[in-house]
C-alpha cells in the first residue's frame, strides 16, 4: 500500500521558518520527481517546487526563489522542503505529490500570521 | 512565467458528455508539455487522473479521457456522474517548471 506523509506545518510568524518532511513508502521513491505543491485557502493549485530523482536538479517557481529549498533523501525515502522568510502569502495547505506516480500526501497546512 | 487556462465553470447533464481545456499564452499545448489531469473534490486531496496527456491510472474511471484538441489539451467526461462534480486542474511542463491551469468547476446538474 502507498503511503505519502507530510509533517512540519504549523502557525509561524512572518519572517520565520518551517521545515516540512514527507515520508513515503509503498513504491520506490528513488525513481520519480517529486513535487511540493501548494493550495492557499479557497484557491487553487501552485506547483511550489520539484527534485529530481538523485536531487541534482531542482526548479522553483518564481514567488519562492531565494526562500524555499527543496531536497531529498533517498536512503530515507523521504522529501524535504525548507521554508524560510516567510509571508502571509505563503499560507497554504502544503501537498507532496509524485507526479507520474500519481501518489498525494494528506497535505500539512503552513500558517503565517503573527 | 507561463499562464495556463481553464474554464473557470462548466456544467453537463447526468449521462452527458462534456470536455475540458487547457491552454497556454506561448502558444499550442502539444504532446511534449506532458499536460497532467487532476480532480478535486470539496474538502477532498487532490487526485491524479491523466499524465502524460491521455495516459490513465488504474484508479482512473474509464469515462474521463485526456487528448490535444485545437492547440489544448483537453479532458473528455464521456457518460457524466453525479460523483464526477469537482473542480478540475490541468498541469503543464514548461522546460524545467511545471505550471497549474486556474482550475474549472464542474457541475454535474
Known amino acids: 500500500e502507498v503511503q505519502v506523509m507530510e509533517s512540519g506545518g504549523g502557525v509561524v510568524q512572518p519572517g520565520g521558518s518551517l521545515r516540512l518532511s514527507c515520508a513515503v513508502s509503498?513504491?520506490?521513491?528513488?525513481?520519480?520527481?517529486m513535487s511540493w505543491v501548494r493550495q492557499a485557502p479557497g484557491k487553487g493549485l501552485e506547483l511550489v517546487a520539484k527534485?529530481?530523482?538523485?536531487?541534482?536538479?531542482?526548479y522553483y517557481v518564481d514567488s519562492v526563489k531565494g526562500r524555499f529549498t527543496i531536497s531529498r533523501d533517498n536512503a530515507k525515502n523521504s522529501l524535504y522542503l525548507q521554508m524560510n522568510s516567510l509571508r502571509a502569502e505563503d499560507t497554504a495547505v502544503y501537498y507532496c505529490?509524485?507526479?507520474?506516480?500519481?501518489?498525494w500526501g494528506q497535505g500539512t497546512l503552513v500558517t503565517v500570521s503573527s | 512565467q507561463a499562464v495556463v487556462t481553464q474554464e473557470p465553470s462548466l456544467t453537463v447533464s447526468p449521462g452527458g458528455t462534456v470536455t475540458l481545456t487547457c491552454g497556454s499564452n506561448t502558444g499550442a499545448v502539444t504532446g511534449g508539455h506532458s499536460p497532467f489531469w487532476f480532480q478535486q473534490k470539496p474538502g477532498q486531496v487532490p487526485r491524479t487522473l491523466i499524465y502524460d496527456t491521455s495516459n490513465k491510472y488504474s484508479w482512473t474511471p474509464a469515462r474521463f479521457s485526456g487528448s490535444l484538441l485545437g492547440g489544448k489539451a483537453a479532458l473528455t467526461l464521456s457518460g457524466a456522474q453525479p460523483e464526477d462534480e469537482a473542480d478540475y486542474y490541468c498541469l503543464i511542463s514548461y522546460g524545467g517548471g511545471r505550471v497549474f491551469g486556474g482550475g474549472t468547476k464542474l457541475t454535474v446538474l
Open positions: 509503498g513504491f520506490t521513491f528513488s525513481s520519480y520527481w
Open positions: 527534485i529530481n530523482e538523485d536531487g541534482s536538479e531542482k
Open positions: 505529490l509524485s507526479e507520474r506516480g500519481g501518489y
